[in-house]
């Protein structure tokens, strides 16, 4: 108990980093079963649909079958780095995600002033990015210490991709930061804050439209996805630099794309979406029922979906979860609730949609070719945020004169 | 002992144990690795200074850029482990005893210039100075303007050496 008063910085962010971690690792079993539905309605299948109802239990079970599953070594491997890049993989995934804000500076949870951010830095960003750029070594690091030819193939291929469309990917933020004049994401955000014309909200996305587009590209080639998920590419290297890894280890490096997903997303929002800003103006206000009337629809489709469900599981945990969203959604309409979770609540929204854009995007491209990637990556998309970083700074030296 | 003073004491072990096995390393593989434990090392020594635009460019530059690319290199060759010779005996005679010689000649002088206020712990702590990004990017486009302009064109002309070494082939 003396420990906690004498250190009440730290004593906060370990449950701020208890609660974050506890909510991200759930988003990240989820994101898995939710990608699968997407691409499988695109593909007219129906996904996972066996283990609990419409699939829900399905990453607990495979969860579980990872852990379970006999956890192989090659003799020829060495040792140490095969072992150490899924965890440098996963941690550093997780890890950036502490430099991300969810909510303005002046929360207040029971009467206490909070940040909803675990590590709160003036540069941020640049550390964000730092962070990132180390999660290179794991691919590299597993691709080589496999010894072995695809993963060897899978590893040189990632590690020429992610440095090349790094440089991209960076140079398409440093628009957003000319406006912003700041490293600090509650001054990037509260720079978006205000409209043009009395309704068009001041996101960085309408002036840097050109950076967001360059964003999003490089950033799903940055996380090795489709179209750009050259190194696992399975018809031809058949998994890539985690060919060998098998059991928990492989699923670290999944659960590490994924966290690196949730991470691009978040950052693509606060940058260019507003963050945690309403997109309506602030005179409207009804606007901070949304949460709650969100999980009331929310919660009805439950009951009526598991109603009307054939399994016989799904009709009783439908309704319950159904009625567990309602409940919480009333709770949000609570004068001490409901200032608090309007931030979270348009973040998590503006995330939840990129993501969704994320898996739109995997289940529409095809893959590109290697040398297709890498001259799309230094002979178009370099070039065009160059363009984007000249004209932004000749308008933001205008404006300044 | 406070919190800073561990994290100190940590990372400074931490980059001597990783210029150790730098240098110490029979595969080159782990040699960078070990390299690039020293930098994140000292990042985070910086990072504890107060310069955390500094810390975030140290990993970002020389970790997350110029070491990938060394690793790159290294996988690409596909160098193999390092031989061992006893070819060199100047290096065991001459350079090992010149080499301890040298540390006690800088241990000497640091402890001259510092003794007086000679616990680490009054380093750590004395330096609590948050020095800003807008600072330093003044500092560095008014009165380091000129060799600043001149790394760049050092590093331009590294890039067009690349490009004219690389059309050469075909």
Known sequence: MEFVTQHPVLVVSLIKIAIALFVVMTALAYLTWFERKVVARIQSRWGPYWVGPHGLLQPLADGIKFLFKEDIVPPAADKLSYVLAPFLAMALALSTLALIPIGPATVKILGQRTQLVIAHSNVALILLFAISSIGIYAVVLAGWSSNSKYPLMGGLRSSAQMISYEVSLTLSVVGVLLLAGSFDFYDIVGGQSGRWFHFLPKWHIIPQILGFICYLTAAIAETNRVPFDLPEAETELVAGFHTEYSSFKFAMFFMAEYANMITVSCLATLLFLGGWLSPFPASWHWQLYLPAAGLLLGGLALIAGGLRSVQMNAKIVFPILGIICIGVGYLCTFAAVMPVIQGPFWFMAKVFFLLFFYVWVRGTLPRFRYDQLMSFGWKFLLPLSLINLVLTSLVVVLRMR | ?170
Do not use: D
């Not at chain 2, 994140?40 to 990938?68: D, E």
């Not at chain 2, 402890?111 to 702590?125: D, I, L």
């Open chain 2, 1 to 170: 002992m406070n919190i800073a003073m561990l994290v100190f004491i940590v990372c400074g072990v931490m980059a001597v144990v990783g210029a150790l096995a730098l240098i110490l390393a029979r595969e080159p593989v782990h040699s960078a690795l070990a390299l690039v434990l020293v930098m994140i090392s000292l990042a985070i020594l910086y990072l504890l200074l107060g310069a955390a635009f500094v810390a975030a460019i140290q990993i970002l530059v020389y970790a997350g850029a110029i070491m990938v690319l060394f690793v790159f290199v290294i996988m690409l060759l596909n160098a193999g482990e390092e031989v061992r010779t006893n070819a060199s005996h100047l290096a065991k005679w001459v350079g090992l005893p010149l080499g301890i010689f040298f540390l006690f000649e800088m241990a000497y002088f640091l402890f001259r210039e510092y003794g007086a206020r000679s616990t680490a712990a009054g380093a750590v702590s004395a330096a609590p100075v948050v020095a800003s990004t807008q600072q330093l990017s003044m500092k560095l486009f008014t009165v380091y303007l000129l060799p600043f302009e001149l790394t760049s064109i050092l590093i331009l002309i590294a890039v067009l050496g690349a490009i004219v070494l690389a059309k050469r082939e075909s």
